[in-house]
C-alpha cells in the first residue's frame, strides 16, 4: 500500500546508508604525525642545547682577566741536570741561557752515559767521536749549537755526563 499513490510504501522508514570510510583520512593522519614528530624533535634539540650551554661565560658580573707576572726560575736546572751544566760552564761550553740548547746537552749527556754502560758499553774515545758526531748531524740539520767543540771539548762534554749521570761508568 501506498500514501497518495507516491509508490512509497507506508509504515516504511528509509534506512540510513552506512558511510564510506575516506580514503583520505589514513594519508592525513600520517602528514599531521609527521609534523608532530618534527616539531617534537626540533623542541628537545633545542631543550638539549640550552641545557648544554655553558652559563659561566654569561655570568653576571664583568669579565675581568687577572695578569701576574710568572716568578723567574730559581735556577735553570736541579740535582744532577744543575752539576752537569756547571761542570760544561767550567770547561767553557756555554749554553748562552738558551733552554733547547740546555736540553739537547742534557740529553747528548744521558746518552754518552747509555753508549759507555753495559750491556754493551764502548770505550770513551768511541763516545768521544759519537759526540762530536751528532754535534755535525745537528748542525746540518740547523739546529744550534753554542760553539763548534773542539776534540777536546767532547772529552771534557763526557766527563761531565760521567760525573753528573753515571760516575760508575768506566772512564
Known amino acids: 500500500m501506498t500514501v497518495d499513490g507516491h509508490g512509497v510504501p507506508t509504515g516504511s522508514v528509509p534506512h540510513p546508508r552506512p558511510a564510506r570510510p575516506s580514503r583520505e583520512t589514513p594519508v592525513g593522519v600520517i602528514i599531521v604525525a609527521a609534523i608532530v614528530a ?7 634539540s633545542g631543550v638539549g642545547t640550552y641545557l648544554s650551554r655553558d652559563r659561566t661565560a654569561s655570568s653576571p658580573g664583568p669579565q675581568t682577566v687577572t695578569v701576574s707576572p710568572s716568578t723567574p726560575a730559581t735556577s735553570p736546572a736541579d740535582g744532577a741536570d744543575a752539576q752537569f751544566l756547571s761542570m760544561l760552564a767550567g770547561y767553557g761550553i756555554p749554553d748562552n741561557g ?7 746537552f742534557m740529553e747528548l749527556a744521558h746518552h754518552t752515559c747509555f753508549l759507555l754502560l753495559p750491556p754493551r758499553p764502548q770505550s770513551l774515545e768511541s763516545t768521544v767521536s759519537n759526540i762530536l758526531t751528532t754535534q755535525s748531524q745537528d748542525i746540518a740539520a740547523g739546529n744550534p749549537w753554542p760553539k763548534r767543540l773542539t776534540h777536546g771539548d767532547a772529552e771534557h762534554f763526557a766527563e761531565a755526563a760521567i760525573g753528573a749521570y753515571c760516575p760508575n761508568a768506566p772512564q
Open 38 to 44: 618534527v616539531a617534537a624533535l626540533a623542541l628537545l
Open 98 to 104: 738558551k733552554e733547547s740548547i740546555r736540553q739537547r
